[in-house]
DNA sequence: CTGAAAGCGCTTACAG
DNA sequence: CTGAAAGCGCTTACAG
């Protein structure tokens, strides 16, 4: 039998469930029934288990129960970046994600192993081949085309996947994602009903991008409602950062296209942009009304606080985590959009 | 010898180490050798080996290795938080860490687990005793005296663990912290520098909150050096966020004494400051200069751009990382202060 | 309701 | 340089 010792910081003896059962007086099998919560255990006996474990301080070994199991109890989030691997700063909007997903997995009794991707990285297969997870859940814009074809060889290889994303009805796998379409559609609405007609885009309006493309159509939607359309001239591409939305505003400025409002992609890209604005001496939203996307917690903040279409994070961490395990218990599941809802503030001038 | 199946979405017959032996013609042990390096492996054999690898896809199973080395090659990152856990929003700051603590961590080979905690878990003992991790990164602000006491029983019984904080000399266990009492003290030398004498402070400034108390202590050091000091009057208890920085300015308003800069403990008070201050019609940096502290991206990006103490979190997740391994391979280690370095923006009027 | 035993898939002395 | 074998700490049929 092991003994506890406190030797400073050397490392204690390891309690294994054998040190439990002679404490306890009963079999090292009847503890495990004890710790995993079988019904066949007297209650008496159950209640002398207990206390030996609380005694002793005892864990059960996570990798001895799994390699038993085939079960890892873990899910592992894989966050896609663009290939600027040095920097820290991660799209805020994914690390509202990371945070309610760690919540939703902290409820479920799940681990979660969390790592960056590269689209170059040979992601397809390790986590699970390596029965590291149970399942993945990836998280990340970026050129979609590009990993389509590693979508694919998941689903071939069976591994159990579940993807923030468009809900387009072509991709391998399932997905859960933001109604974009619609939230671009009320962001134009909004500005068409303060009287905006020319709106710039700033944001790829490509199918490469394709969360930030429904958002283009759905105020392009909006426009044609009343006559009008989204004009070339004035979407500018950009990535989700203040830096893009600061330099497409710039671009958009230079190229002279008259515009009396800016729907930004995402709210990094309009606080870039208004701070582009501000520097032309245009001011917010009297010359230009200015809608975000996403609602981030800094959206209240800017000056003026913007208008924002809102995603909810927190469900969709809960729901990603909940299909997946629900995935990996072998029950049906399927693909889900969340609705989007407009938070007016004082960048639009409402 | 398994078979690898690809029927659709069924789970694919699990390859072991004895198939891989199979196919190339060598002992499961030989497999096993190559897989982890071993130097005494004939070059043709290792190649063979290496093949069947590939060829079948084949992963070690994390579990069976960890339970057999006693060794989980996974770091466990703990957050604390403030008892509001049905908000997703972390602070940004702590965020920007995670990135670099997850990058630091694909660098040296380590998996990352990521968990919240309340400040009332049975957080110190889980992840190390149940093999779950071979040592934890503690983050969070908080209250430190609060929870003492439990790093005190994680030294006890041997878990490895490094903690971001205020490097104090009684803390129990190793810290990796900024210089916040040199931070402060740049920031009130600049302030100081630009002629204002009567800064307020929002922000704890007491031992329950050693990091924003030694920003203080440091700014009033500065003030001290030209004769002056911080007043009771002008300092807000506020925790990190928007939404205190913005309540906190209010009630230093309502308390009507006289100020002509505000150094805020982080820049999501200072941008909920600027907020209330320009909503009380003063102007920043004209009336009234602001500095902040921590350097997020947003703050390029307010309005004006905010001055402030850059800490660098790059660099914290590299160490926080790289000496909790030194520790975990048993060399010796130690805490380490980082220095901060002031970035002049125009929210100071410099 | 309980125990003895097999086995999950590795790693690593040990023997050759 | 390679193989046979023990064993890491659990879980779960199987027998009672």
Redesign the interface.
Known sequence: MSQVH???????T??TSLDIAHRAGVSQATVSRVLRGSPLVNAETRRRVEDAVREL????????S??RT?R?G?LALL?FEDPT??E???N?FF??M???I??AC?REGQ??????QQLSDDWH??YE????ADGLILLGYGDYLAYTGKLEKL????TRFVRWGAVLHDQPGLSIGCDNFNGGRIAGEHLVGLGRRRIAFLGGASSHCPEFFDRFRGCDAALREVGGAMEAILQVDAES??EDG?AAARELLARGGAFDAVFAASDLIA??A??AL?DAGLRVPEDIAVVGFDDL??A????P?LTTVFQD??RA?ELLVETLLRQIGGEQTQSITLPASLVVRKSSGA
């Open positions: 406190y030797l400073g910081r050397s490392k204690k390891k309690i301080n005892y864990k059960v070994d996570r990798h001895a799994s390699l085939q890892s873990t966050l691997p040095d820290s700063h991660i805020p690390l509202s990371v945070g309610s760690t919540r902290a681990d979660l192993l969390i790592s960056f297969a390790d081949d390596s029965m590291k689903v071939a290889q069976g950062s203040e600061f606080v870039g208004m701070r501000a917690p800094m209240r903040f800017t000056s606080p994070t927190k961490g």
